[in-house]
């Protein structure tokens, strides 16, 4: 079954450090990944994707991705971590169904950045 | 501001009752997507439409049902309310039917079934 696994609900980390979310996919074929963020009461917003070339993606708000195909990962990576990025982070891969497509979402991770 | 909006942002009504709930995507954008998000269950793909017709199914009760307009605005509705019902149900809208395309999301309608 095609899936993506978050396995930490959450991960602190204190300003300044670098941070780590990880996920992990299962899909049959390449894989179209995706990062986004939640903020409270708020929808979600795209962070950043991996369709195919370079396996370092950078995306918004200083954000990066790196994809793993032999470990089947896509983990978020930030070198510097602000209080602001406290937040519920979703990796998302996106599959083909019945003539479409859809987007199956991990379960998220909640960021925790003490100052 | 992602441009994607959704109307009502809050709907408290009864079980076994019948809502709707409307959303506009982003301008030129042809595809819109339903979620459900629950404390439980963690965000469900619902259903895709692309340009009036529907493209993928997810999740979805049989109680629930979804439609896209020639304007391209979207509407789910949702009968026989339960209980378990109320949670967040946001739209997303992605400018066609490319699986590289990212989607952008409205700020949800947060349905409470009493």
């Known amino acids: 079954a095609q899936s993506v696994a978050q396995p930490e609900d959450q991960v602190n980390v204190a300003e300044g450090n670098p941070l780590t979310v990880k996920c992990t996919y299962s899909v049959s074929g390449n894989p179209y990944l995706f990062w986004y963020v939640q903020y409270p009461n708020r929808g979600l917003q795209f962070l950043l994707k991996?369709?195919?070339?370079?396996?370092l993606v950078k995306g918004s708000y200083g954000f990066e991705a790196e994809f793993n195909k032999s470990q089947t990962s896509f983990h978020l990576k930030k070198p510097s971590a602000l209080v602001s990025d406290s937040a519920l982070y979703f990796c998302a891969v996106r599959v083909t169904n019945t003539g479409g497509f859809k987007t199956i979402f991990g379960a998220g991770t909640r960021l925790f950045v003490k100052a | 501001d992602s441009g994607v909006t959704q109307t009502p942002k809050h709907l408290i009504t009864a079980t076994g009752q019948r809502v709707t709930l409307r959303c506009s995507p982003r301008?030129?954008?042809?595809?819109v997507y339903w979620y459900q998000q629950s404390l439980d269950q963690g965000l469900q793909f619902l259903i895709q439409y692309y340009n009036g017709e529907e493209r993928a199914k997810g999740n979805i009760l049989e109680r629930f049902s979804a439609q896209q307009f020639p304007d391209l605005h979207s509407e789910l509705n949702l009968s026989s309310l339960e209980l378990g019902d109320s949670a967040l149900y946001f739209c997303?809208?992605?400018?066609?039917?490319?699986?590289?395309?990212?989607?952008?999301f409205g700020q949800g309608t947060r349905l409470t079934v009493v």
């Open positions: 991996y369709i195919t070339g370079d396996n």
């Open positions: 997303a809208s992605s400018g066609g039917g490319s699986m590289n395309t990212e989607a952008f």
């Open positions: 301008s030129g954008d042809l595809s």
